[in-house]
């Protein structure tokens, strides 16, 4: 547990970590790891907090709080992230993760937000509640990406990914939302509750998604968006559900005050 002012993981030309994590061969659980800062949690650069097993135990929990969290590549070749996996051929079951910020979570450039599994144990969930979400690539060539899969050895399923915010969810710049399975795991379900989404590719991409891969076996699940004010799809925004697999796409439903395509 850790309980301070400000938290700053920077990894400049390497990486710095902060890790709870269930070797190969292990029996045992995982410890959680729970991380509070009163103002600012600054991950860049290659920056990683992880709970996660490779073993038979299962991970421990994440749970970050801040009054504003940022997540932030910074052009780094290192995996600047949060994450629960389950590794392959693994039986032990994925660490939850709850992120909380008061104000706002920002994931810039490749900031990666995962729960996967590629074992035979199931997949934590994601829960964010924060004032406001932004998850933006900056330059249109980074993918920024909050996401719940499951991989193309998994038979476990995937976890659930719930955003609740305050006030607005933006996906810009080629960031995106995915729960997805290429394996022979279900895909978890997506629940989004906001007062107002913008998804805009600013000529590129921007997605919220529940896709079944191809080569998969495993189904895709529920993608449930509900706004207070609107949704705003616009130059390369996409909300959809599909499947390039065996498995069925999941289902669509949308409770928005206006919609604009």
Not at 84 to 106: N, P, W
Not at 153 to 179: F, Y
């Amino acid at each position: 547990t850790i309980h301070s002012r400000d938290v700053l993981l920077d990894g400049e030309s390497s990486t710095a970590s902060i890790a709870s994590i269930v070797k190969a061969g292990a029996t045992g659980n995982g410890g959680d790891i729970s991380i509070t800062a009163n103002k600012l949690m600054k991950i860049v650069s290659g920056g990683s907090i992880n709970a996660s097993t490779y073993g038979q135990g299962d991970a421990g929990s994440l749970t970050l709080r801040a009054g504003d969290i940022l997540l932030d590549s910074q052009g780094s070749y290192f995996f600047t992230q949060f994450s629960t996996e389950v590794g392959y051929g693994v039986t032990g079951r994925g660490g939850d993760m709850s992120i909380m910020a008061e104000g706002a979570l920002k994931v810039l450039n490749a900031g990666f937000i995962n729960t996967s599994t590629w074992g035979q144990g199931d997949a934590g969930d994601l829960a964010v509640n924060a004032g406001n979400v932004l998850i933006d690539g900056k330059t249109g060539y980074s993918v920024p990406v909050l996401m719940a899969g499951v991989g193309s050895t998994a038979t476990g399923k995937g976890g659930n990914i719930s955003i609740t915010t305050k006030e607005n969810l933006e996906v810009i710049n080629g960031g995106k939302i995915d729960v997805s399975t290429t394996g022979q795991g279900d895909a978890g379900n997506l629940f989004i509750n906001s007062s107002e989404i913008i998804l805009d590719g600013k000529g590129n991409s921007a997605k919220i998604s529940a896709d079944v891969k191809k080569g998969a076996t495993g189904n895709g699940c529920g993608m449930t968006i509900s706004t207070s004010g609107s949704i705003q799809v616009i130059d390369g925004g996409t909300i959809s559900v599909s499947t390039s697999g065996q498995g069925d796409a999941g289902s669509l439903l949308v409770n928005s005050g206006d919609i604009l395509l």
